[in-house]
């Protein structure tokens, strides 16, 4: 795995954890809005996307219209 892959990796992760431990968001919830702004950052700035398998089930299906916080959530 490249450097970029394993630092977008990295920041998918913590994001993961800072929203779960911090924000008292459920483990789920917390995994999809982490990669969600991982794969917008990836797309930013042209980094590699991460390469672990639960980034690329979710993300294989993202169109760019998915809401960052759960606040953009429409359900």
């Known amino acids: 795995m490249d450097?970029?892959?394993?630092?977008?990796?990295?920041?998918?992760?913590?994001?993961?954890?800072?929203?779960?431990i911090d924000g008292g968001m459920k483990r789920y919830d917390a995994d999809?809005?982490?990669i969600v702004q991982t794969w917008r950052?990836?797309?930013r700035t042209g980094i590699a996307e991460p390469t672990e398998y639960r980034y690329?089930?979710?993300?294989r299906?993202?169109?760019?219209?998915e809401p960052?916080?759960?606040s953009e959530?429409?359900?």
């Not at 690329?56 to 993300?59: G, Q, R, V, Y």
């Not at 299906?61 to 219209?65: E, I, K």
């Open 3 to 20: 450097d970029s892959a394993e630092n977008a990796t990295e920041f998918m992760l913590e994001r993961a954890a800072i929203m779960e």
């Open 68 to 70: 960052r916080e759960p």
């Open 56 to 59: 690329k089930l979710t993300t």
């Open 61 to 65: 299906r993202f169109t760019g219209d």
């Open 32 to 34: 999809y809005y982490a």
């Open 73 to 75: 959530r429409t359900e």
């Open 41 to 43: 950052y990836c797309m």
